[in-house]
Structures are given as C-alpha cells and as structure tokens.
C-alpha cells in the first residue's frame, strides 16, 4: 500500500514540476511550438501535450495561428494568456507609494502613485497604500480580469516567511504584520519582501528577461540594501534577513551608523555620505546632478571618492558571488550615472580576473523596477507551482 502512495505522490510532484518547467519557458521565450516544447524539456510529447491542453483550459496559455513563408499550413504557437490573471504590485516607499498592475504575461498595465512624508503617522500611510491597492483592484475588475494577488516591496528588514515587516528604520515603524492585514482586507494571497529583493526581481524579470542568474541589485538611497538573484532564485538566507549590504563593514574608523556600529558601507556612498562629505544635508539629487554636468569639481571630487568606496564594496560582492550582473539603483539614481565609470574601474583593477570576467555593471533605467519586481512576487509563486491556479480555473 505504501508503495502505491508514494508513487501517487511522486505523480503529483512531477506534474506540478512540468507544469511550472513549461508555464517558466513560455515566459522566457514568449511563444514555442508544442514540439519544440517538449524537445527543450526532455519530455514526451504525449506529456507535454496533455499538460499543455490543461493549461488552455485553464485560460493561463493560449495557442495562435502563425502562417511560416511557403508551408501550405498554418503552424500553432503557444504563449501565456495576457488575460490568465493580473498580479497587483505595491511599493511603500520613505517618501512615496506605488501601486502597479501586471498581467500574466508579465507587461503593466496600470501604475499610480502618490507621495508621502515620513512624518505622517503610520495609519495614515497604510489607508493611503490601501486606497491605491483597491482602485487597482476596480481597474482590473472593470476590465473583467481575475487578481491573482498583492505583492509588496518595503524599505527594511522583512520577514517575507511571516509576512511581517520587522523594522523599518527610514520610517520607523516596528513588527508591521501587514500580510494577514491586507489578505482579510482584500482577501487575496499577499506576499511582502524587501524592496531591494523586489527590485532585483523586476529587473531580473523584466530588464534583463531572465538572462542573467546571478544578480545583485543594490538600492542605494538613505539606507542600501542588496536584492541577491541566485542561481535564478531570490536568496533570503536562514530568517529571511539577507542582503543588508549597506553594513557591509569598508572602514574600520568609519562614521558612525544608523545601525549603532561605525565604518558601514552606506555611510561611505549612500545619501548620508553625500550630505555629510559635501556639507549640505538637504541637498537635492536633481540640483547635484546639473552641478555635476557643468562639471563642478568640489561636487566632483565628492563623487569619485563616493564612486570608489561603492566600487570597493562591489569588489567584495564580484569576489564571493561571481555575479553575472550588478545593477546600481535606489533614490540615489539621479546621479549614480556620474559614478559608474569610476566604479566600473575599481572592479575592473581590484576584483580578481576570473569571477569578475563576466560582470556587468549598470545603473537601472527605470525607476519602478521594485514595484514591479513586488508584483511578480505574485506571478514567480504561481509559476513555480501552477496547479492550484490551473485546478480553481478550470
Ligand atoms: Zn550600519
């Protein structure tokens, strides 16, 4: 009897397993042919099939007609359904929430946002995030698509596991359980992590289409924390509290910093090193960025030693994770630009040849690549095990 089970069991397991391996391909791919399908798999093609007409009926794939120069027939390809569901996405940020849609395919299609001080009581902010969540969830609705559920993206220390958010030392707030609140709210599953995780994860999904697995994201603003993709996979590390790079210790005598140790990396690059090195603690992006481009060289001066003490940490990073990419974003965007060569130079003279030799090192494009990143939490959970969606659309 026992062995019946568990071959029962293992049956369950492998179905669950292809169809994650061909719900994951299509979206790397976009569309592919049954055959090609089941030949880039390792599977039978009488397996790949039947999974493949489970997820048509599921309404999570769909199958189009494609006419190949001179073949008489038309030929059929597979992709996800646009319309298989759409995943909400939601940032709160020091001074900003953002609320985003993206549909099963992984394309947005709706984003707003609204800015917020960090002065405003903490109620205050989560019935302004709410507010944004439930006009997505009207958009979608009005649009009769069906919510898959609500990804979100916070600045600190995340218990994505609880869905708690622990500290949040920006804004202050402690042990904000924020998952179960939101799913008896909206009565949808809701996912929480770091905002550097959820970064990581948009860009990986969305920029970089899943081509590089081994990536680290760092969102360098008033705190910095690292967004780790490896082997393909966010790492969380033991309590789900990894990647807070910006105390990466660089300076034995350092600055003291907001986490009551000293010589942190952030206090050497992040905004807090800004204000202090150029003595302006107001200073705004936007201003440092044009006195940058009419070359100022005070300002300039300040920057490179910026860009050196970032490169460094990065060296560090490029050594222990031999990262395929490294991509540089955060509130400090507007003039992360101004450092990248420097930064790139220090990794190209101080990381070793070998684990440094496929590296390459960005400044993000976008400035949504977290709130985006938080709705695929939403959509990388379902792709990794699709039957409980595919067995309540049925
Ligand atoms: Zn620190």
New binding site residues.
Partial sequence: MQRVKDKKADQVTVRRLNMSAILKLLRERGTLARADLAKELGMTRNTASNIVTELLQAGVVIETEYRRQGAGRPGLLLELAPTGGFAIGAEIDISRIIVTIVDFKGKMLWEESTQTNPAQPQGEIIAMAEQLVQGALDWGAGESLKPLGIGVGLAGLVDAEAGNLTYAPTLNWKNVPLKSMWEEKFGLTVYLDNEANTAALGYYAYADLFSARNLAYLSIGVGMAAGLILEGHIFRGSGGFAGQA??MKIRPDGEP?????HG?W??EVGFPALARKTGQPEIALEDAARLLRNNDETLWAVIDEMAEMLGLGIVNLVNLFNLDRIILGGALRPILPFMIEKVRATVDQRALRQPRRNVKIKVSGRDDDSVFGAAYLVLETIMNDPVPLVRSQR
Avoid at 257 to 261: F, L, M, N, V
């Fill in positions: 910006g105390h910093c907001s986490c009551g140790d942190c952030v206090t």
